[in-house]
């Protein structure tokens, strides 16, 4: 049986294509180009597809009883390339959109368009702060709009862009703009709306959403998807430069419950009482922001305070809890839940399909098994990451990387620090580390660790790096897609270098709270 492989060349699969090019009708009466939709969640095992969701069939595998269908999915990027078995010609298709299906796996599609939104990777909108009433201030926002359907729309797609209060977007929000298209079955375009921002809107926090047809002039086959927003970030509408004003906010972890989030103002000088409430198993870490650093709160490591507003500020409550741990390397096990199969080293894996051909370096990981003897080898918890490294052979460098398949919003959680613990060995050999972050868009910030001895220390140590150092880059730490560790340098490699580091407990924090912590080597 074949495999769902993503890392199938495209070249090849050209060259292999083909003795059947010129049938148009395939195994099961299914015809090439025909619009359908999975009959059954996770048709073929594909994890993340789910029944009702459409695609395209480009090509037959006559040969194949089983799996002799190709679907390209609409709006979905977990598949795969693999053409190489097609035995039909190959219709265009969207990258990493392909999954091999069995006939009673889909149905096909009905005759009406199908619209809706192409997902958080193609929302956007830009700034993402401004003024209550400032007239000349550019605003834009995109997204992309797919026909899922079986048909074409009888007139122009209108799609209407609102400034909300909540993430239920109504035409009775705050009007934004305008956008309209034309899209076939199949087929989907990336829009914007641009313009300058209302001066009507009052200061406050908003998410910016749009509705899709708000007129309903185009019969659909599910007339309730057609409102969407920006799920990373929202929209802060400051009070005037001049005003006495509060903005106040929650990270992840609890919220403000008196006298709750938005941006307040005041006639006069006012001391505004504050309580934060953390969620369960959270805790209420300290408040920070401009009314901090100014000394306008009365006590900032106290839940229950107050702030006294002369002034424009702006205050932020942070909470301790798991929403700031990325990893920390205890969920793994020998079995089902890999390592490798998370955080993928040289070797990749096969299993389970579609697999991962690795990153094609010096780099093996694994959760070591210890006894009581080797606890050096946890920092906390009962596992790690432990791994090996060999420089010795081309590419002269190390890689893991972790992806999500969902966007991680660092942001939200009012962190400003990435922290993870390491330790090395005294015969490792010495070679730079590095840690580097990529965002939705595929824009990789690496950030290298100062001490060049690093891979020596044979403590467990605490590395600390400023999130500034990504964002000033350009990461959008709203949207992270992938972590790396890497040992080496491509560019200047040393050739020889092999050794073993451990890594335990990467998570978020924040810089004032770690300075009062003890223990380990910053």
């Not at 002369?310 to 890999?338: K, M, S």
């Not at 990789?444 to 100062?450: F, G, K, T």
């Amino acid at each position: 049986m074949k495999r769902q492989r993503r890392w199938e060349s495209l070249l090849i699969a050209a060259l292999l294509c083909a003795v059947n090019a010129s049938a148009s009708t395939g195994p099961c009466g299914f015809e090439l180009g025909q619009r359908i939709e999975a009959a059954v969640d996770h048709p073929a095992g594909a994890g993340t597809l789910w029944e009702g969701m459409t695609g395209t069939i480009i090509c037959f595998d006559y040969d194949d009883p089983i799996l002799p269908l190709l679907v390209s999915w609409d709006g979905w990027t977990a598949g795969h390339n693999q053409t190489s078995f097609c035995e039909s010609s190959i219709l265009p298709y969207a990258f990493n959109s392909l999954w091999w299906i069995h006939c009673s796996d889909i149905r096909p599609v009905d005759v009406w368009p199908e619209l809706f939104d192409g997902g958080e990777a193609a929302r956007y909108f830009s700034p993402q702060r401004v003024v209550a009433g400032q007239s000349g201030q550019p605003f834009e926002v995109g997204f992309q709009i797919w026909n899922g359907g079986g048909g074409y729309p009888e007139a122009a797609i209108y799609v209407d862009v609102y400034a909300s209060r909540d993430t239920f977007i109504r035409t009775s929000d705050y009007y934004l703009g305008s956008t309209n298209c034309y899209i076939g079955a199949g087929g989907s375009m990336a829009l914007e709306v641009k313009g300058g921002f209302p001066t009507d809107i009052p200061a406050g926090f908003y998410h910016i959403g749009w509705i899709i047809d708000p007129d309903r002039k185009i019969a659909e086959r599910d007339e309730t998807n057609n409102r969407a927003w920006v799920t990373s970030y929202q929209l802060t509408v400051a009070a005037p430069a001049g005003s006495r004003s509060l903005e106040l906010s929650a990270a992840a972890g609890g919220q403000i419950s008196d006298p709750g989030e938005g941006v307040f103002t005041y006639p006069s000088l006012t001391v505004v009482p504050l309580e934060a409430s953390p969620d369960p198993n959270c805790s209420f870490l300290r408040w920070i922001g401009t009314a901090v650093t100014a000394g306008k709160v009365a006590d900032a490591d106290a839940a229950n305070t107050s702030v006294t507003v002369d002034g424009r500020y702006d205050l932020q409550a942070v909470f301790d809890g798991a929403h700031l741990v990325i990893e920390d390397f205890e969920a793994y096990d020998a079995l089902e839940n890999q390592l490798n199969q998370t955080w993928i080293d040289g070797l990749g894996y096969v299993e389970p399909a579609p697999g991962h051909p690795g990153t094609g370096t010096g780099a093996i990981v694994h959760c070591p098994r210890m006894s009581p003897a080797e606890r050096y080898m946890v920092h906390g918890g009962m596992q790690s990451m432990e791994l090996s490294y060999d420089n010795t052979f081309a590419p002269w460098y190390s890689l893991v990387e972790r992806q999500w398949n969902e966007f991680q919003n660092w942001t939200a959680t009012g962190a400003d620090t990435l922290s993870l613990w390491y330790r090395g060995a005294h015969d490792n050999a010495p070679e730079p580390l590095r840690v580097a972050v990529e965002d939705y868009s595929g824009l990789s910030v690496p950030s290298m660790h100062p001490d060049p001895w690093a891979t020596e220390i044979e403590e467990w140590s605490r590395w600390d790096i400023p999130l500034k150092e990504f964002e000033d880059a350009g990461v959008m730490l709203s949207r992270v897609k992938r972590i790396y560790i890497s040992v080496g340098d491509k560019d200047d490699p040393t050739y020889d270098s092999v050794g073993v580091l451990y890594f335990d407990d990467i998570t978020l924090a924040h810089s004032q709270m770690q300075q009062l912590s003890t223990g380990g080597r910053p």
